[in-house]
């Protein structure tokens, strides 16, 4: 009797714990989505849905991550192209940077494809009365959203869930009294297309994409065949519903369910995607057949199994890291209302880690092995035109996408990132020798699904985005730097180095020597304007920090590669002397880092973009732990740019400030992205909903709790006074160690460290510290007057090694 009131009091305190947690990590309302960027989003990686929870008209807007407008890329579209680099070089020399810019536009081509959205499902729910105790949400803890109401005395319930092993997307709706539920599932889309009933009772949308791109501004008529007799890619989605009782009928184009207290809607659908180099209508494959198999694979599943393998694989990423912080109380009213509030400047705590953990969820459900790298939007866009065709934008947006994937132990999710770059790093071979008549690989600011590198704009593009050149040295960053967190030497020698070195032989052909040093020239420092103290305005100029930085950033990771894996020493040394020689980071008047070749004014000196610093962030040349002369002007440079801009800006500020070690002001920029670039649904804003500044935020906090891009860990490097006390678990270093560390009072109080690789350890803190059973070597330093310690330790495989703070 006894045992059994203890165990109902340890089953009652550990069920209100989930509870806690559960709603702790749930964005819910007490109403429906007023628009897209209320609605919640559920994906698994390729198929995507908002989901609006309106009562009698529930709107289900679809993605599916490879239905894309257009065909593989042509890779010599502008074949007269390399002859005016040399022009080109040769009026920035003359400081003529009108007629530059005028040869630009010559060295430009073909805009990328859009990203296309799948369609809508409609569930028009017959209803006779008005809905009560209204709920919806969207838990990140098992990525399941429900949306629930009452009418009448009954309460309706829809969960809905986007499965990655079975593929499909689930929704089930129920009716707490039997035989209640009756409502009409109807389907659409704004491009040409037709619905049908299958001969197995499916609804099924079939369509088909354009094979042409325009702009929002300047819409052009839906064009779906070229003049080669290319078609658009095939698209379809099927739903089969499948009912505990009560009748399923049917007309043409939709399905109408009566009577019913329970009804499972199986949702299944495919392209003809085959490939980025493969015709997508000639060479496609067989849409329906992929489409079919899923969904009767799926049908022979109940909603509790498909639930059940669906939870369990989502939370084996989701999991692996747990974050809280001490005094956390979780409000209870629904989110929207929350950051209303906190717009207002009240404090959130557990807001601000619900949008962290948001970023891994967004991650997870928009980037899975085997399928494509988030988007601009990551799979979620419901126009046809989308801003920025949603495309892959490489001068920034797409690679703060991954930064959070390997520090908050997502590293496996970075695989679609990995093999977007090995495909470009062949259309991008084609562009570098077609387009500059050059070795290696070339990417420019924009790509699609053809994994298209060649400057866009078209003849008559901005230079100032179309012609920036150095997408391969940076994405080369992504290559290498998932190589350090894991340590995995076979994928570096076989998958990496490869593709850094043919971006490395691209960068050698495209720097020239002036004065002695290695410039480059055309050169820009994204998207930004400089005011020339001539007078002129202009973005188009040599050697800007930004190049410099990048390419110092790929060629100091050949170096280390190269001595890793102990070949190549002669393409290294190689390297090292054209290292030396590039041209140097520049202090300015204002105590600035240097944007331009000269030290010259910008037009808008807060423009959104902050090129220049990716010396400190995400690289790792500067670095107030190496050197206070540029991380100063660092300093100086953000302190000019203000804390405004897009959301990603400010995701970007969030890193940039605890790269320079201040905490609080990484958090100031935490709460203005919060504040002033966040939708009601968590999406980030540019405006409109952009993904990178979800992901940016979530691996700018990381940043301010963990740093080893100087190979040696430090914990808590940039911890806001805020957040004060607290714990995290999960997080990974470079190197392979995976870390849990607890705090209180701003201090650092206990950590685990577990080696996942059996690399040396080599740790940075301010607190001295011992490791628990094993011998350690402990050196002071001190840094901007400051105490602070390394301490190195030999690891094995697979052991935690507990840290005691002194
Ligand atoms: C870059 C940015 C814009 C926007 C676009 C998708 O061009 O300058 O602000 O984020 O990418």
Redesign the pocket.
Known sequence: MKKSIVLFIITCNFFIQVQSQNKSLTLWYNRPAKDWNEALPIGNGRLGAMIFGNVKDELIQLNEQTLWTGGPADLNPNPEAPKYLQPVRDALFKDSINAAVKLLHKVQGPNTQMYQPLGDILIHQILSGEATNYYRDLNITNATSTVKFTVDGVEYTREIFSSAPAQVIVIRLTSSKANALNFVVDVRHELQYQKSITADQELLLKGKARITNDERRTPKPFIYEDKDHNYGMRFQFRIKAVNKDGNIAHTDSSLIISNSSEVLLYISAATSFNGYNKSPDKDGIDENKKAINFLNAALKKNYVQLLAEHVKDYQQYFNRVDFSLANTVVPNIPVDERLKKYKEGNEDKALEILYYQFGRYLLISSSRPGGLPAN?QGIWNKEIRP??RSNY?T???TQMNYWLAEQTNLSELTQPLIQQIQRWSVTGAATAKNYYNMHGWALH?NSDIWAQTNPVGEGSGDPK?ANWALGSPWMSQHLFEHYRFTSDKKYLKDTAYPIMKSAALFCLDWLVEKDGYLITAPSTS??NVYIHPKGYKAAVTVASAMDMEIIWDLFTNIMEASTVLGIDKEFATLIKQKRDKLSPLKIGKKGNLVEWFGDWEDEDPQH??VSHLFAAHPGREISPLTDTVFSNAAKKTLEIRGDGG?G??KAWKINFWARLLDGNHSYKMYRELLKNSTLNNLFDT?PPF?I?GNFGATAGITEMLLQSQLNEIQLLPALPDAWGEGHIKGLVARGAFEIEMFWKSGKLTKAFITSKAGNICKLRTSENIAVRDVKINSVATVVNSQKQYIHTFNTTIGKTYELIVQ
């Open positions: 601009l801003s920025w934008t001068n920034i947006n600011h985005w994204p998207e959104r973009h897009t990603w800006s540019h952009q990178d």
